[in-house]
């Protein structure tokens, strides 16, 4: 326990998925940092751009801190500033589709044990969907790539007029998609984008401290429950209920 954040070790998940006493019907997940690590397949994709044009080009830990906020926010953050124009993040986007296109799921892993935590849940009755920053075209076929076609109950990338997170709007869409009330519902994700998103659209929140940024950004960004791994995301809905 720190303060009135509680975070948990390694275990062997529960039974129950109650949190701050309401029963959980549904649990949305973040995709890149939190349900796969996809930062190879990202990282080549925006480099391939860069180096055709003479540009600097990053490490894998370095794209670990300017994704996040969708693919365009991707390319305008790795573009050399004096070119960060909307038409050139424009066309540069356009030339990072291409290359990701042929790479989006080379690289690309689930996390450890994040597999048998999605079977555990539906086990138990409960709804899974992905929100995802990312083009909605990439998220849907990397989820159907990676986790087959009938893991999740929805899967939801960036879509033409509905904002990115930490905008709400992606999660009234799944909220009122699968008829569940906020207040049954967890947003799960590894960044401070996850946590502020689930604040705007009235969710708990579970941050996912193996993801890309770690559990201090998390914590600063008020996340009250924290995940060491994945199988805590069960645990800790456990754990919550005998509170």
């Known amino acids: 326990m720190h303060g009135d954040r509680q975070v948990y070790g390694k275990s062997e998940g529960g039974k129950a998925f109650c949190i701050a006493g309401f029963m959980k019907k549904l649990f949305i997940f973040d995709l890149d940092g939190t349900l796969v690590n996809s930062i190879y397949d990202l990282g080549d994709a925006m480099n391939a751009v860069l180096e055709r044009y003479g540009?600097?080009?990053?490490?894998y830990d370095t794209y670990k801190h300017l994704v996040g906020n969708g693919t365009l926010k991707l390319v305008e953050r790795a573009l050399p500033e004096k070119l960060r124009s909307e038409e050139n993040i424009k066309?540069?986007?356009?030339?990072?589709?291409?290359?990701?296109?042929?790479?989006?799921?080379?690289k690309t892993k689930p996390y450890e044990h994040i597999c048998e935590v999605l079977d555990t849940l539906?086990?138990?009755?409960?709804?899974?969907?992905?929100?995802?920053?990312?083009?909605?075209?990439?998220?849907?076929y990397i989820v159907k790539?990676?986790?087959?076609?009938?893991?999740?109950?929805?899967?939801e990338g960036k879509k033409d007029g509905v904002p990115t997170k930490p905008a709400p709007e992606i999660i009234y869409n799944i909220l009122g998609t699968l008829g569940?009330?906020?207040e049954e519902a967890?947003?799960?994700?590894?960044?401070?984008?996850?946590?502020?998103?689930?604040?705007?659209?009235?969710?708990?929140?579970?941050?996912?401290?193996?993801?890309?940024?770690?559990?201090?950004?998390?914590?600063?960004?008020?996340?009250?429950?924290?995940?060491?791994?994945?199988?805590?995301?069960?645990s800790i809905c456990h754990e919550i209920n005998r509170i």
């Open 145 to 155: 790539n990676i986790f087959g076609e009938k893991d999740f109950d929805l899967i």
């Open 55 to 59: 540009f600097p080009v990053f490490d």
């Open 91 to 106: 066309k540069y986007h356009a030339e990072f589709s291409e290359e990701y296109n042929k790479r989006c799921v080379n």
């Open 180 to 182: 569940v009330k906020a």
């Open 122 to 140: 539906r086990s138990e009755g409960i709804m899974t969907a992905v929100a995802s920053n990312k083009p909605d075209g990439f998220v849907n």
């Open 186 to 234: 967890v947003l799960i994700g590894d960044s401070d984008v996850d946590v502020i998103t689930a604040k705007n659209a009235g969710l708990d929140c579970i941050g996912c401290e193996w993801g890309f940024r770690g559990r201090e950004e998390l914590e600063n960004a008020g996340a009250k429950y924290i995940a060491e791994v994945p199988q805590d995301i069960v």
